[in-house]
């Protein structure tokens, strides 16, 4: 683990040289309790950022508490010159049973094709492990409104580290900043105790993995 947070001008230099949003392309996956899955794919090299948020249904302007017919989902930009969208469908299919859909639709598993050729990637990769259509249960369907969840859902697991918090606070990073950090999604998915590659500017694969000294 990540034992001292990166300085705030550490964080603020590597956002500045991350991949901008138009460098990117988005996905969207409800894998349930979206906590997790921001943490998951956080941690996945070539993932640059990430936000927790709502989608699948029709009520408009979904909160936690006011969900309707909304899904809790992940949506992810990645870089498409590391990492390709049928990696990212292994990662959330290995992430849930696709034979299983949760009964509470908040926590259902959806996967939200936004393209022609993510739609594609999706029917070759279904076709290509021999899931019959007829036999999943996760939901696949297209994205047709994203909205995100309140600020105290996104990089969940790194707000529970206040002095981490504090590194992002001192670098002028307000709640929206920190949603789309691609530091706070490293940070976060390494707070979370996930496997992320070593990036020594911010201090992650540095120390020892036996737990926070």
Known sequence: RVCMPPPPRTIAEYDR?????????TATFALGCFWGPDAR???????????????????????????????????????????????????????????????????????????????????????????????????????????????????YTLRTDRTLLESFEAAGYEDEAIRESPAAAKLNADRAGREVAPIPELGIGTAPRGGRE
């Open 41 to 155: 794919f956080g941690a996945i090299d070539g993932v640059v950022r990430t936000r927790v948020g709502y989608a699948g249904g029709t009520d408009p302007d979904p909160t936690y508490h006011a969900l309707g017919d909304h899904t809790e989902v992940v949506q992810l930009d990645y870089d498409p010159s590391r990492i390709g969208y049928r990696a990212l469908l292994e990662a959330a299919f290995a992430a849930h049973d696709p034979h299983r859909q949760p009964a509470k639709r908040q926590y259902h598993h959806i996967i939200c094709p936004e393209t022609g050729t993510q739609r594609e990637t999706l029917k070759a990769y279904l076709d290509g492990e021999g899931y019959a259509r007829e036999d999943v249960a996760t939901r696949i369907e297209p994205l047709s409104a994203f909205y995100p969840a309140e600020s105290y859902h996104q990089k």
């Open 17 to 25: 040289t991350a991949p901008t949003r138009e460098a990117t392309e």
